[in-house]
């Protein structure tokens, strides 16, 4: 991944920016240390580099004061009621960077575009000069940029790469030796190389080195711990503040649960939360889409006396024929939402499907629970 955000980095864009690219992917994939690397790498190539927070228009305008900061520019009080876009601190840094001549490049890290129902892309820096990365969970935040924008996905780490993350809290003679890599290794496969949550254990397995405790020790507690006491770990807040992220396994996701939600509100025909949640059911390896269809084909046949056993999302989701044959548009338009945010992906392999990640059917499956409890 990192190699590929510098090959596309490389293209030309050629909509208002000389180059562009939008970095996706599941929160606590790793996006932002991603960019983050790739900044430190090559902040002498830009003159001036920008990181700017909108995760919601609080953040952003907070950080477009910072940015007028950063370059000396003058701040003028904004007036109450004024659109973001059109607020002192935006209007100068952004006509500022379309100033800029093309010898004089620039970077901007538009980072956690995840709510794209406020006008995120009146807020885009724009100028022949310049370089802007954008960080999302939601694929169509490539939009934002205009053009053929490039995507890089973010997704599980390379095998190594996420032993390496683990590691990375010690030096290198402490954990020397196969048999720590070993552990290391288990410890990611649990974790299904999530960024967010090996990051969560790195930092607990180095509180109990600083206890005392010898790495190889420590790594086996955390294992034990991880088989008897999942839910608790992957809840635990004692360890999030210390991380990049400041979540947890079971807030990180939130933010794109309650998308779903909100998108279930607006149309009546999709039902991403609920599917999801009979994904937690099944094999998240490879879940074939073919599944369904067969469903709906024994649904059609037994209607009479199976579909007052169903839930109503469910009927609706498979009762989707056109004369003889199965449309399954609701099917494929509730899976495109799922697939939007990341929280399934394309499964390879001679039958068309999808795969879960193994933390977000916990989380999913969590939800639902809970969900019933209360009901």
Same mark, same amino acid.
Request: charged residues 25%; aromatic residues 8%; negative net charge.
């Given at each position: 991944?990192?190699?590929?955000?510098g090959?596309?980095?490389?293209?030309?864009?050629?909509? &208002?920016? =000389?180059?562009? $690219?939008? *970095?996706?992917?599941? #929160?606590?994939?790793?996006?932002?240390? +991603?960019v983050? %690397?790739?900044?430190e790498?090559?902040?002498?190539?830009?003159?001036?580099?920008l990181?700017i927070d909108?995760?919601?228009?609080?953040?952003?305008?907070?950080?477009?004061?910072?940015?007028?900061?950063t370059?000396?520019?003058?701040?003028?009080?904004?007036?109450?009621?004024?659109?973001l876009?059109?607020?002192?601190?935006?209007?100068?840094?952004?006509?500022?960077l379309?100033s800029?001549?093309?010898d004089?490049?620039?970077?901007?890290?538009?980072?956690?575009a995840?709510?794209?129902?406020?006008?995120?892309?009146?807020?885009?820096?724009? &100028?022949? =000069?310049?370089? $802007?990365? *954008?960080?999302?969970? #939601?694929?169509?935040?490539?939009?934002? +940029?205009?053009? %053929?924008?490039?995507?890089?996905?973010?997704?599980?780490m390379?095998?190594?790469?996420?032993?390496?993350?683990?590691?990375?809290?010690?030096?290198?003679r402490?954990?020397?030796?196969?048999?720590?890599?070993?552990?290391?290794?288990?410890?990611?496969?649990?974790?299904?190389?999530?960024a967010?949550?090996?990051d969560?254990?790195?930092?607990?397995?180095?509180?109990?080195?600083?206890?005392?405790?010898?790495?190889?020790?420590?790594?086996?507690?955390?294992?034990?711990?991880?088989?008897?006491?999942?839910?608790?770990?992957?809840r635990?807040?004692?360890? =999030?503040?210390?991380?990049?992220?400041?979540?947890?396994?079971?807030?990180?996701?939130?933010?794109?649960?309650?998308?779903?939600?909100?998108?279930?509100?607006?149309?009546?025909?999709?039902?991403p939360?609920?599917?999801?949640?009979?994904?937690?059911?099944?094999?998240?390896?490879?879940?074939?889409?073919?599944?369904?269809?067969?469903?709906?084909?024994?649904?059609?046949?037994?209607?009479?006396?199976?579909?007052?056993d169903?839930?109503?999302w469910?009927?609706?989701?498979?009762?989707?024929?056109?004369?003889?044959?199965?449309?399954g548009?609701?099917?494929?338009?509730?899976?495109?939402?799922?697939?939007?945010?990341g929280?399934?992906?394309?499964?390879?392999?001679?039958?068309?499907?999808?795969?879960?990640?193994?933390?977000l059917?916990?989380?999913?499956r969590?939800?639902?629970?809970?969900?019933?409890?209360?009901?």
């Amino acid at each position: 991944m990192w190699q590929e955000l510098g090959e596309k980095l490389g293209k030309a864009h050629g909509t &208002g920016l =000389a180059h562009a $690219v939008a *970095v996706i992917g599941l #929160d606590g994939t790793g996006k932002t240390q +991603l960019v983050l %690397r790739y900044v430190e790498e090559h902040e002498e190539d830009y003159g001036t580099v920008l990181w700017i927070d909108v995760r919601s228009e609080e953040t952003a305008r907070s950080s477009y004061e910072r940015c007028c900061r950063t370059a000396g520019l003058p701040i003028e009080a904004a007036t109450g009621g004024v659109p973001l876009q059109d607020t002192p601190a935006v209007q100068a840094v952004l006509s500022w960077l379309r100033s800029k001549g093309e010898d004089k490049r620039w970077l901007a890290v538009v980072d956690n575009a995840d709510d794209l129902s406020w006008d995120v892309s009146g807020i885009m820096p724009k &100028g022949k =000069a310049g370089t $802007v990365i *954008v960080t999302s969970q #939601d694929a169509q935040a490539a939009r934002l +940029l205009g053009g %053929r924008t490039p995507t890089v996905k973010v997704d599980a780490m390379e095998p190594e790469e996420a032993v390496r993350l683990v590691l990375n809290y010690f030096d290198e003679r402490v954990y020397r030796g196969d048999a720590c890599w070993g552990l290391a290794k288990k410890i990611t496969e649990c974790l299904n190389r999530l960024a967010l949550a090996m990051d969560l254990a790195g930092e607990r397995i180095v509180a109990d080195v600083k206890n005392g405790n010898d790495i190889a020790v420590a790594s086996r507690q955390y294992l034990a711990d991880y088989r008897h006491h999942q839910d608790k770990l992957l809840r635990d807040e004692e360890f =999030a503040l210390t991380t990049a992220y400041k979540k947890t396994v079971w807030t990180v996701w939130e933010t794109t649960l309650s998308s779903l939600r909100k998108a279930e509100q607006l149309q009546s025909d999709i039902c991403p939360v609920q599917l999801l949640g009979f994904f937690t059911l099944l094999n998240g390896a490879h879940i074939q889409d073919e599944l369904f269809q067969l469903a709906s084909f024994g649904l059609q046949k037994s209607r009479h006396s199976l579909s007052a056993d169903l839930p109503s999302w469910m009927h609706s989701l498979l009762a989707d024929w056109e004369g003889d044959e199965w449309n399954g548009f609701s099917y494929r338009a509730t899976l495109r939402y799922l697939l939007r945010y990341g929280l399934v992906r394309p499964s390879n392999g001679c039958w068309k499907g999808v795969m879960v990640h193994s933390l977000l059917q916990w989380r999913a499956r969590e939800e639902i629970d809970r969900e019933d409890r209360e009901d």
